[in-house]
């Protein structure tokens, strides 16, 4: 069965810093990896989608990586800011037949201070 | 944009009552997804469906069941809710595409008394 964790569990820094989350899945055989931001009380909103073939997928200030051999992701925010604090989590889509149902990791919750 | 909607973001119910969560997608998505979320144990995937009328369990469907008579919309049926129900629920919906990219909903906080 996948299981996906994430370290930290929570990553207070101040703002401008640049950070690094990490999320680590047990079976590599994944279709992809999505990495989602969670405001408290809200849904989940989409950051990035690597798929299994890709090693990296940018978007402004945030840098998602993939190495599937060895069942690791990192997110990397650059500059942060208040803005970002929020929790990150990090999801993996099965292989094979499985309708992208996605596996979640915990979630790093992250404070940037001003 | 895609656009999945939740029909309330808030919902106390007694114990034993029937309970509809209802949500409804906008981008004409095959598969859809209920999760509920809970400290500490994360998202947990409950049922999902990959087409109008076809269901699958997901890890913890206990308690619960499904319907989805149209594309747009998929409810969480609690047939008689009990506190440990209590819980934030989420819904997704993507494409059977080359991405399978999930789109949330805002959730549904229910309170179960």
């Known amino acids: 069965k996948q299981e996906v964790t994430q370290i930290p569990a929570a990553l207070s820094v101040p703002e401008g810093e640049n950070l690094v989350l990490n999320c680590s899945f047990t079976d590599s055989a994944i279709y992809n990896l999505q990495w989602f931001r969670q405001d408290p009380g809200k849904g989940l909103t989409s950051l990035l989608l690597?798929?299994?073939?890709?090693r990296e997928q940018t978007s402004g200030r945030l840098n998602a990586s993939l190495d599937k051999s060895s069942g690791r992701s990192t997110l990397y925010i650059a500059a942060s800011q208040p803005g970002d604090s929020a929790t990150y989590l990090c999801?993996?889509?099965?292989?094979?037949?499985?309708?992208?149902?996605?596996?979640f990791g915990q979630g790093t919750i992250l404070t940037v201070h001003p | 944009d895609v656009k999945v909607t939740q029909s309330s973001r808030y919902l106390v119910k007694r114990t034993g009552e029937k309970v509809f969560l209802e949500c409804v997608q906008d981008m004409d998505h095959e598969n859809m997804f209920w999760y509920r979320q809970d400290p500490g144990l994360g998202l947990r995937l409950i049922y999902f469906?990959?087409?109008?009328?076809?269901?699958e369990k997901g890890d913890i469907p206990e308690g619960y069941s499904v319907s989805r008579e149209k594309k747009e919309r998929f409810s969480l049926i609690l047939e008689s809710a009990s506190t440990n129900q209590t819980s934030m629920y989420l819904c997704?919906?993507?494409?059977?595409?080359?991405?399978?990219?999930?789109?949330f909903g805002p959730g549904t906080r229910l309170t179960v008394t």
């Open positions: 997704a919906s993507s494409l059977w595409t080359s991405s399978y990219e999930q789109y």
């Open positions: 469906s990959y087409d109008v009328k076809m269901k």
């Open positions: 690597i798929q299994s073939s890709q």
């Open positions: 999801a993996v889509t099965a292989g094979g037949t499985s309708y992208g149902k996605l596996t």
